[in-house]
């Protein structure tokens, strides 16, 4: 059970994780905490700044952070012996933390290792005062500091993992305790390499850490909670009605985030996918909710949208070969050139002597570099924005593009396209009719249902 920065960001958050690790705990729980929400950016502009300003400039900002993680004890702890152990823990973190700011001041330099050792505090300091937490309510608890079982290399910042290693370790020193029946409480994102330095996995990493220890534990089920109600068809911020996707495919949860959905990013949770242990996506604010149980495959068979996102800020760009030329070598020669200079590319056609090319975010170095490629060209850039549309079996259907074409008439749609799989199609139309053809799609969704 993997638990986001939002779900402990403070002491009503972290009452709620309490409340639904208590409901599971017969299921014999592995509870993996990220920081509370907001302390990691905090540790990490901290210690960057320390090796610009005098250590005790940055005192206040450690404070700050100190009485965040106080002021959760305080209201979340009843019983005062555990309350009082639990502060000194917190208030001996806060002191290693200052010696370490301390430290790189007095060096000017903020090295990947210091960022590392900074930046594990805010693991460290939610996972200590929840299990704290759970033995003020009885519950048979026991803190397992992460960096003794997840072993990596020294590529500070984003260490890969040695699952051999990190699966030995396992078995040393989580089957004993999941054997007597605890609730075993650590961190994610933190890690060790070789020489027991402390090392992360980077930004995601809480739910990797989660991936890597169900996949070398060989568990039921994998559980990421945050403060969403699964995967969504849509955003809802746009989308008022959008529905939760009971469940979805690795390869549908793939296209999304390749498209800028923000959905569980799909490197985060591979280990599992390879071993196919089910990840469920719920929420911790409304445990009743079922989430979106996501699995290698799909038990949806008939062609069928099952989302849409919409991806502002893009262009599309079309570029005329001269016929004299051969289109096709020269095409893909400026292909290869937009390619290479960094460009992000969200989808490419071909037809007859024309290029279309669709870029994502572009800035002043997008534009440059297009000039520079296509000197002597004749091109045409237009601002546009994407709908993503993702579901299950699209290529196989015709109904299914021939309906969205239709529907989409009415916001003059620039180009439909097929994106990397069948599992997806890509259709831009200008900046202003995004948020329509958005809602306009998504009906779709909600008449198959």
Not at 110 to 123: H, I, K, N, Q
Not at 317 to 332: D, G, K, M, Y
Not at 417 to 440: C, E, K, R, T
Request: hydrophobic share 40%; net charge positive; charged share 25%.
């Amino acid at each position: 059970m993997k638990f986001g920065g939002t779900s402990v960001k403070n002491a009503s958050a972290m009452q709620n994780v309490l409340e639904i690790v208590k409901s599971r705990k017969e299921q014999n729980p592995v509870v993996v905490l990220s920081a509370c929400s907001g302390i990691t950016d905090k540790l990490i502009r901290l210690i960057q700044d320390a090796s610009k300003k005098p250590a005790k400039i940055m005192m206040k900002e450690i404070e700050a952070i100190e009485i965040h993680h106080l002021n959760i004890i305080e209201e979340l702890i009843r019983k005062k012996e555990i309350k009082k152990h639990c502060s000194e823990n917190v208030q001996n973190m806060i002191q290693q933390l200052v010696l370490l700011v301390e430290g790189v001041s007095l060096l000017r330099e903020c090295t990947p290792r210091s960022l590392d050792a900074a930046v594990s505090f805010g693991e460290l300091l939610s996972s200590t005062i929840f299990e704290a937490a759970c033995r003020d309510k009885k519950l048979d608890s026991v803190f397992l500091d992460a960096r003794h079982v997840m072993k990596t290399n020294s590529d500070f910042t984003q260490a890969s993992v040695d699952f051999k290693e990190t699966k030995n370790l396992a078995n040393k020193n989580i089957y004993p305790l999941s054997n007597k029946r605890k609730i075993i409480i650590t961190q994610g994102f933190i890690g060790s390499d070789d020489n027991g330095v402390t090392t992360t996995l980077g930004r995601g990493g809480s739910d990797y850490t989660a991936a890597v220890l169900g996949s070398v534990l060989n568990t039921d089920e994998i559980q990421i909670w945050t403060d969403v109600n699964g995967v969504l068809s849509a955003d809802p911020r746009i989308v008022h009605n959008a529905v939760t996707i009971p469940e979805m495919s690795f390869d549908e949860i793939r296209e999304l985030s390749y498209y800028g959905a923000k959905v569980l990013h799909p490197d985060t949770i591979k280990p599992a996918i390879l071993r196919k242990i089910p990840v469920r996506v719920l929420n911790t604010f409304h445990p009743e909710n079922e989430g979106t149980l996501i699995t290698p495959g799909t038990k949806v068979k008939s062609a069928r949208i099952r989302a849409v996102h919409l991806k502002k800020n893009c262009i599309n760009l079309s570029v005329e070969v001269p016929h004299t030329q051969n289109p096709e070598i020269q095409a893909f020669e400026i292909l290869s050139q937009v390619y290479k200079s960094g460009i992000k590319i969200v989808s490419t056609s071909i037809v007859d002597n024309k290029i279309f090319v669709t870029i994502d975010n572009p800035n002043e170095s997008t534009y440059n570099s297009i000039k520079n490629i296509l000197y002597g060209f004749d091109y045409k850039i237009e601002n546009v924005s994407l709908l993503c549309i993702c579901g299950v079996n699209l290529l196989k259907d015709s109904d299914i593009l021939q309906k969205v074409t239709i529907i989409l008439n009415r916001f003059e749609p620039k180009s439909v396209l097929y994106g990397f799989s069948s599992n997806s199609l890509i259709v831009s139309v200008p900046n202003g009719n995004g948020a329509g053809a958005l809602n306009a799609v998504h009906k779709l969704i909600l008449d198959d249902k």
